[in-house]
């Protein structure tokens, strides 16, 4: 943060770095965007009282007393700032001084930001989905962990649900909620019914190409899961024709499978309506497997360890475009 000669030398500089001039007023509501705007960013300073045509700083007047703890309680945290009056050639004038904030500051929720052509705006986020089967947690960890490293990029999770946690179904068609799916491509994400199941209803929307983020995990990935997780042939292999074979039969088989042991129950209507609903989600994930391998085969994969280089930057870079 600045102090008052720090301040006052600005002023005779005209310096407008990281500081915005105020005059004649300024409220609440105004001034906690401000400081959320800063405090998002590299810090920075309002200074109220100096009037700012684009061209010249005009020092003025600010005679009316600025009650900070107005706008402070407007946000969503607590932010590190000072608020000092002064006097400058026989004028009464007072700043605001803050500090970047290691937390995303909001005002009714919505996080502001200072742009490059030096513009109060809010700041957009992007959404993403993370695909991914329980088994490759510690992948999906690791994503996560790098993605939430950016204040505007907000991340979806099946663990980190709450409004959904009783009915997972309803969190897995959010996903054409969302700008961006990542999705973590095992053996076992391409034998999982709730994975495929994701994929589904991505390809519903008519954007998925463009939506869909992937990672195709290979045997040199082993190392970034712990020691007691790691399985057998997890990698993907979807390059292998024998293998993406391998997934088709794996869910025609699920199929005859499940048509055999609900004829074999013989259960009444009223208890096989719950297992109508998992076939009918069988049914509808082959065509979308085959699709969705058909896809991948087509598009040059990175793995883990390559993406995972340069801290996942491809996947980010293309989120924020």
Not at 44 to 59: E, P, S
Not at 110 to 135: Q, R, W
Not at 151 to 168: E, K, P
Request: proline share 2%.
């Amino acid at each position: 943060m600045r102090t008052k000669d720090e301040i006052i030398q600005a002023i005779r500089n005209g310096d407008r770095n990281n500081k915005i001039y105020i005059h004649p007023a300024l409220t609440p509501e105004k001034a906690a965007k401000y400081i959320s705007a800063f405090s998002n960013g590299s810090g920075g300073d309002i200074i109220l009282g100096v009037h700012d045509d684009g061209r010249m700083l005009r020092v003025k007047n600010y005679a009316v007393p600025f009650q900070v703890g107005n706008a402070l309680k407007l946000l969503n945290i607590n932010v590190n700032c000072i608020f000092e009056p002064f006097q400058f050639e026989g004028n009464k004038l007072c700043y605001i001084s803050i500090d970047k904030s290691m937390d995303l500051v909001k005002l009714n929720d919505i996080p502001y930001i200072i742009n490059t052509d030096g513009e109060l705006v809010e700041m957009k986020t992007k959404t993403v989905f993370l695909s991914y089967c329980h088994a490759d947690a510690d992948l999906a960890n690791i994503i996560e962990k790098s993605l939430n490293k950016n204040d505007d990029i907000s991340v979806s999770r099946d663990v980190n649900i709450t409004q959904y946690r009783d009915d997972l179904d309803e969190f897995m068609k959010t996903i054409r909620n969302h700008d961006f799916v990542v999705s973590i491509v095992t053996s076992k994400y391409l034998k999982s019914l709730n994975c495929m199941y994701e994929i589904t209803e991505l390809m519903k929307d008519p954007n998925f190409n463009d939506k869909l983020l992937f990672i195709i995990v290979n045997k040199g990935d082993a190392e970034y899961y712990k020691k007691q997780n790691i399985y057998e042939d997890f990698e993907a292999g979807i390059y292998d024709f024998n293998k993406r074979l391998s997934y088709i039969t794996y869910w025609d088989n699920k199929e005859k499978e499940m048509e055999k042991s609900l004829k074999s129950a013989d259960l009444p209507f009223e208890m096989i309506a719950e297992f109508a609903l998992e076939k009918r989600k069988l049914v509808s994930i082959i065509p979308s497997t085959s699709n969705f391998m058909s896809l991948l085969q087509n598009k040059i994969g990175r793995t883990f360890k390559e993406i995972k280089k340069n801290d996942f930057k491809e996947i980010i870079d293309v989120i924020k475009k």
